[in-house]
């Protein structure tokens, strides 16, 4: 699904914030990204949904390049990625609900397929009385379950999840990582960055380990 | 693709505004007074070339004819020189007439011409010219022409007010239109710019709507559509505002002192129906203009 | 407390003016534009003004006397006429001349003329009013005060045309007034809504400059100055524009057309000294005010 | 150093974020307080720095009765209590060493101490080579850091930190808690709101337990 080939990238000329990246995701697997604070953990999602561009290498998604991808080509790559980024990323104007429909209506669904879908998923992260209420409104934790929602209601093909429990008591972590399970279940691949050890020693995922940009573990 | 439908983005447009209550209603009320500067140009200006367009009515050419032209040869003379392209009315002014009144326009003239034993003046044309042929030196150039008929003795127009009222109007008509263009552009200008920075408060929400997987159209429509809204409510505002100015105080002013600016009766107007319509328009037009150059820049995630 | 020096404050409003040079590029157009509005306004205004007095310089009553006045009966009058209130000047005009000058205003004069026996008309006096007494209401007032004077046989001012032309000045001022206030607010209206706009992009540094703990006055400090700084380089920036459009087209329209306009000389002037101080002030101050309105609803944390 | 009795605070009308709260927390104490998400962590913490006000009770922070504050003396009451925000609240449009001077220039200090002071403790987060980024070039570990720097920065006589830890691995982590172990000891008195129960089972602070609103635990 994820095909990385010496991929190198840097935000300034002189520091690599990627060194030589290969890396093969295969559809349905579940990964962990592990590594210190400023490894590159969101560096490397970020290039698989071109938030960021590789300064060197080849990068596949779906089987396509998406190295020199047009602009205006983009958007339909998104779609097909959920991403629970690290600082959330909410519409703060908007209503939760709102903000978990906006990946359906850019995708044109119907409206009552919208809300009947929306609501499914604010209810399967718990915050189904919180439907109305605005992102400043609610506490971090909350927030956060909102961005998972927010990710997973579009059933995506590929779910990058960016520290998506450091807001998260043990219990909704333990509670996250279950929907994250039955997701990957029914096919979503899913890549996970995450700093949290009881999540790499709990669960048996495929870990691959960073350090200052370099993958020093896989497997 | 997926068919989405333009009420969606109608909608989307009328919320984003709900959202943005804020910064919505100061845009509104910038490009409302930015309009309501430019309308009321408008309409001063389209009185003032009213006003001037009476004015210039009176201006006329007097041509004095010499002594003892026979009835015909009056009547010809008449006659062609209502033929001439430029002049538009003509009354003939016989000697008697031009006595009698030399008599009331000077007092104490009676006394002199009491003592005159034959009327020494001489026959006249009064003659208005064309609309277009009112400036100075076309007026000039038909008294020349008239002056130069045979049986014309001199053809006199109050040359000096004359010269000066028509330089006047095409100044004040040049300069009209210079601030009218300039006008324009600073309303093209704040409009756009303080749309621009309504746009720039929601960089934030245009970056993420794009990061999860919207179009540029998709993000782009219902700012367009929130411009043209905007647009249209600022202008309509200006537009009402205006009017409201125009009923309470521009007609009590005028009333009073109307009376005496021209002959005829010179009421000042409001907007014409077509004007008004431009300028809902031109508040649409611009409202989309601002957005459409505003967003380029925060596309590029 | 601790005593901080006003030239941080200063530093730290030309660091937010660079760490935004987006929106202050923009809040700084719009002043500039606003004010281009504003001071070309102000020029065209003051020039139409001058160009006024210049033309109302022209208004005067003429004094027809009674015939067969002795010289000194005549000089007496002049001297009373003169300590009038508002008689500004006043010339005697003796029958000869008079009548030589009659001669020349109409053609074919010269015959009547030849034909008379005695001189029919009257001697009289040209009057010209101050300033301050050439509204037409005061220039009928007078003529009629000053046709009861002993000696005098009649007042003429030309009526129709002072009457007309003093209207025309009276409104064209009251006009002027009124689109100057209307300009100042809208002036007002647009600069302190942009300054709004860009405090709100950074509504955020506030509070949590507040959430710092930093005092009101800390956080104000910086943008008062900012907003003084933006008054003032879009005041500036207005004024130059203005200058610039004087130099390469106003002197050359105006070269072109100004000799016809009056018979004197009349230079179409820029912005006098004081007025600019007056627009730079004035620009600042509304940066002040329009940040001093704009901060309050974001220090509310 | 921090005193609550009968605190009630409600966002909303009819639901209490906080609920008949009762607490004493000693100067120079460390104290935990954890809970699952929406517990009411942060606004319990909020409530100390007066960025909500309590719908009923009363606080005392430093022998001052809070709940009736002038807008005007707020600044001061924080110029005493670092926080570190749940979100950050980093200044984008800084860099991180201006950002971290803030609280010192607001204090009105020296240049040359604000330089020096910053300085040194932008290298004690570990972060002395980015000095002169942005906060959005900062990875989400590298920005938390930041605001645990400008919050130490004062030297305060509370620090208030709310989730510190959430985007830190471990060995990070635990860096930073021996950074706030040493603030306390020269006498910061310290609340940290966590759910990570490794550093509650690590350290042995006291732990003050909330849930729905209520204190469940306390000791
Ligand atoms: N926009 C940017 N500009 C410049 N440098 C950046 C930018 N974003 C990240 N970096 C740098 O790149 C490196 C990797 O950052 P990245 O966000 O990928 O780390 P991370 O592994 O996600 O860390 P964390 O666990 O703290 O989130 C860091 O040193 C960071 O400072
Ligand atoms: N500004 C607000 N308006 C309305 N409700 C709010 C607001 N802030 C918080 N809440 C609600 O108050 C409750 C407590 O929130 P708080 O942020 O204190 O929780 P928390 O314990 O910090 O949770 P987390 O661990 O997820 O950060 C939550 O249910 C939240 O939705
Ligand atoms: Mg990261
Ligand atoms: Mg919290």
Redesign the pocket.
Known sequence: MIEMYHVYMAYQRDANALEDINLKIEKGSFVLLTGPSGAGKSTLLKLITCQEKATKGQILVGGRNIVRIRHSSIPYLRRNTGIVFQDFKLLNKRTIIDNVSLPLEIIGKSRKEIKHKAWNVLKMVGLQH?IA?YP???????QQRVAIARALVNDPAILLADEPTG???KENSEYIMELLRRANTKGTTIMLATHDKNLIENYHYRVVGLEKGKIISNG | MVFIKTSYFLNKALDNIRQNPFVNLIAIGVIAISFLIFSTFLMLFSNLNSLLALWEEEIQIELFLDDNLSGEKIDALQKKILSMANVKEIRYINKEEALSSFKKSIPGMDVLVKDLNNNPLPASFEIKLAESSKSFDMVKAAAKKLSTIDGVNDAVYGQEWVERFSTSLAIARLVGLIIGAFLLMATIFIVSNTIKLTVYTRKEELEITRLLGATDRFIRLPFFIEGILQGLAGSALSLAGLYLAYRIFIIKVSSSVQASLVTGTFQISFLSTPTITYVLFGGMALGLFGSFISLGRFLKV
Do not use: A, F, H, P
């Not at chain 1, 400043?136 to 909350?142: A, K, M, N, P, R």
């Open positions: 919180k209420s400043l409104q609610l506490s971090g934790g909350e807001n998260l008591d």
